[in-house]
């Protein structure tokens, strides 16, 4: 992890307490905006959720890349997905859900959660832009069996502004991964969604607990705040 340049700090409005941060060791991490999860006809649907619960997240999300960008972060976009052949799926996690809705089955957008698919791919709304890497990762976390860990490290990167989806899961577990890694974690909690709204708010609720126990929570607004040339 980078030693970061106290000379550089801004104050980044947050919860539970202000966080200092240096814009040249940050990057923004933006976590399965999928198509198979966000639109309409796609996966997450065909479970039976309200997918504009997440799509609510998509307006602040591209707000924060569109700064991100602006202020030269490292931006990294990740997506859940196995291999074709699901040799990096587990039996235990190829079991779940009915048979005909389960990793591998054809879906609504081709095969569910694989890789190379139409509903694998990321939203156009938030569409990488070249040279910004793309983590392609077969669990929840996005650091397990992926090359995330030497991506940041090639960069220095010592504080984490973390979105996506959804909020309780992917984002929560990879919040957890980096906060063991010794990353200061940032949720944009307006960037973030869930299929499940009570969800969303405890996952939010438990990150900036107890002094903040794995980070801390902001908002897409104070975090533009905070990147911009006066912040």
């Not at 000379?7 to 980044?12: A, E, G, K, N, Y």
């Not at 609510?56 to 960008?69: D, E, G, S, T």
């Not at 156009?124 to 929840?140: A, M, R, S």
């Not at 990879?174 to 009570?198: K, L």
Request: aromatic letters at 4%; glycine letters at 10%; proline letters at 9%.
């Amino acid at each position: 992890m980078a030693r970061e340049d106290f000379r550089m700090h801004r104050i980044l409005t947050a919860e539970p307490s202000p966080l200092p941060f240096d814009p040249a060791s940050t990057a923004l991490v933006i976590i399965d905006m999928q198509r198979d999860f966000l639109e309409p006809g796609g996966f997450g649907e065909s479970l039976g959720n309200d997918v504009s619960l997440l799509s609510a997240a998509v307006p602040p999300a591209k707000a924060l890349l569109l700064a991100a960008r602006a202020a030269r972060l490292l931006v990294v976009h990740t997506r859940e997905g196995h291999r074709p052949d699901l040799s990096d799926a587990p039996p235990s996690k190829l079991e779940r859900g009915e048979p005909t809705a389960r990793i591998g089955a054809p879906g609504p957008m081709g095969r569910i959660l694989i890789r190379g698919e139409p509903g694998h791919d990321i939203i156009p709304e938030l569409k990488p832009q070249d040279g910004e890497p793309v983590i392609d990762k077969p669990g929840k976390g996005a650091f397990y069996a992926t090359e995330l860990a030497e991506v940041l490290q090639a960069r220095n990167i010592a504080t984490l502004i973390v979105c996506g989806v959804t909020t309780e899961v992917c984002v929560h577990t990879t919040v957890r991964e980096g906060n063991d890694r010794g990353y200061r974690c940032v949720v944009v909690g307006d960037a973030c969604g869930s299929y499940i709204p009570e969800f969303h708010a405890a996952g939010l609720a438990m990150i900036k607990a107890q002094g903040g126990i794995f980070g801390w929570v902001s908002t897409s607004d104070d975090v533009i705040a905070a990147l911009s040339p006066s912040g």
